[in-house]
């Protein structure tokens, strides 16, 4: 039995991205906080296809020890898809940012990222098709103002993961790495960003994608050979890139 991992997906991308997979077979091993999203999202699952595996697992990742644990509870498993989803936005300029919320944004929008992706890599490099698909943002490569902190955690997120995709390729590994950096989605990520209890982006935000659109486009990258699929942020269009960040090996003379 193969299972897809995706860590986020008590809600929006994750969630649907969840219902995507389902629909092509796939077994899931899906993580988040909340226990209630998580169970009433498998028992929809099963509804939808009763032969799928579908396992839960509440973790909080902004917690470098949980992230260890939950890697080594489901070492067993063969893992063929790798989705690091989990992860929040903060509203707010540098100097006036809540930095116990920002502490926890770097733990898991980068530590907790850092760690599974490696974890994965040094247990799959050699498996054919396997994929790590790490969600970014359009903010992982334009800086958006009053959203610094979390443009710089995207920005490290797209470098570390189109960085990984160039150096799996060029040690011909059979695992490949992938991007996928949308821009506005209709998610919990709105209200949690800015700390309210709701947020409308009907009427508020000019142009977004649903997050059953975003999960839509999280196949097309899955299916692709390509390293980057981006939301256009003018157009909305998605698109399926090469590597953007530019990228040089190491010479003896560089070392
Ligand atoms: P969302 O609806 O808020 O989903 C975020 C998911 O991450 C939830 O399932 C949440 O579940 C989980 N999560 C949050 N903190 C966690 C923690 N400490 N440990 C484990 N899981 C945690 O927002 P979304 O838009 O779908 O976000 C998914 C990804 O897309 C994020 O990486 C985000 O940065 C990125 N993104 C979103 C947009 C957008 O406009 N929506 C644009 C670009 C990129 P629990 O609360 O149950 O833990």
Not at 53 to 72: G, H, P, Q, W
Not at 86 to 98: I, Y
Not at 99 to 112: G, V
Not at 138 to 162: N, R
């Amino acid at each position: 039995m193969k299972y897809t991992v995706i860590t986020g997906a008590s809600s929006g991308i994750g969630y649907e991205t969840a219902l995507a997979f389902a629909s092509r077979g796939k077994n899931l091993i899906l993580v988040a906080r909340r226990t209630e999203e998580l169970e009433k999202l498998k028992s929809k699952l099963t509804e939808i296809n009763s032969e799928l595996d579908i396992i839960i697992r509440t973790v909080d990742l902004s917690v470098t020890a949980n992230v260890y644990e939950f890697y080594e509870s489901i070492r067993n498993y063969q893992i063929e898809t790798w989705i690091n989803n989990a992860g929040f936005g903060n509203f707010a300029s540098v100097g006036e940012q809540n930095l116990n919320k920002i502490e926890t944004m770097l733990h898991l929008n980068i530590e907790a990222l850092t760690i599974l992706s490696s974890l994965y890599v040094r247990d799959y490099a050699k498996v054919e098709e396997t994929q790590i698909i790490n969600v970014s943002s359009g903010g992982g490569y334009l800086i958006v103002a009053d959203a610094v902190t979390y443009c710089a955690t995207k920005f490290y997120v797209s470098a570390f993961t189109e960085g990984l995709a160039q150096e799996l390729k060029g040690n011909g590994a059979a695992l490949q790495a992938k991007v996928l950096a949308p821009a506005a989605t209709e998610t919990e990520f709105g209200k949690r960003s800015i700390d309210a209890d709701e947020f409308q982006y009907e009427g508020v935000v000019p142009k977004f994608h649903t997050a059953k659109e975003m999960a839509g486009f999280m196949l097309e990258l899955y299916d692709s050979t390509k390293v980057v699929g981006i939301v256009n942020g003018e157009t909305y269009e998605f698109q399926l890139r090469d590597p953007i960040y530019p990228y040089v090996t190491r010479t003896r003379k560089d070392a």
